[in-house]
Every structure is written in C-alpha cells, then in structure tokens.
C-alpha cells in the first residue's frame, strides 16, 4: 500500500468516525430542542426527582412529563432509580451536565441591572 493509499484509508476512517458522532450529536441535540425536555434536564441537573416533583415544579400533567421522561430515557440523557412505588430521574452522564452548563452560559444568565 502507498502513502497515499495510506493517508485516504485514514481520511475514510476518520470520516466515518465523525460521521457517527454526528450522528449521536444530532439525536443528543434533538433531545434537548424541545423546550418541556430542556426543562427537565434543567431541573436534573440540580438533583433526581420523581414525575410528581418535576409536574408541580413544571406546572405540567404527569402525562406530558412522563412522556418527555420517556424519550430522554430513549436517548440515554436520564436514568432511573426506583424506590417503592416511585421512580427518581437523574442525568445519565456528566457529558449531559455538560453541555446544559455550555447552554446556561449562553441563554440562561439574568441581565445585569441597567444592560440592555
């Protein structure tokens, strides 16, 4: 094999690679770009909480919350604990706490008094 057979195979390999990260990036950010999700994961990220919890901090029917748990549990951004009767979600993984911390920089910070 030459060099540059070498060099293509590894720019195939590479391109793959970030091809399925795109991939995962896409779902990940799919998850997040609905706005009750969003919301959730926010909440989460302060600490586990149950369904009834995150209903009366969202003013949401369970119904609406459990379906939003539901696809976020789908896409591996929350996990479950289960203790009696009741189920507490919390993050998956800190790449999620990570990339709200990234959106709470941007979108989520108060103005300053007197900022327009």
Same mark, same amino acid.
């Given at each position: 094999m030459t060099i540059k057979q070498r060099k293509l195979c590894k720019v195939s390999a590479d391109i793959e690679w970030m091809v399925a990260r795109a991939k995962?990036?896409?779902?990940?950010?799919?998850?997040?770009?609905?706005?009750? +999700? !969003?919301?959730?994961?926010?909440?989460?990220?302060?600490?586990? @909480?149950?369904?009834t919890?995150?209903?009366e901090l969202l003013a949401l029917r369970q119904s609406t919350v459990s379906q939003q748990l539901?696809?976020? +549990? !789908?896409?591996?951004l929350v996990k479950t604990k289960r203790d009696? @009767?009741?189920i507490y979600y919390n993050l998956a993984n800190e790449d999620?706490?990570?990339?709200l911390a990234a959106?709470?920089?941007?979108?989520?910070?108060?103005?300053?008094?007197?900022a327009r």
């Open positions: 995962q990036a896409t779902g990940f950010l799919k998850a997040l770009s609905h706005e009750s +999700r !969003l919301l959730i994961l926010c909440l989460l990220s302060e600490g586990e @909480k149950s369904v919890n995150l209903e539901a696809r976020l +549990r !789908l896409d591996g009696g @009767k009741t999620v706490r990570t990339v959106i709470y920089e941007v979108f989520g910070k108060k103005p300053k008094r007197g």
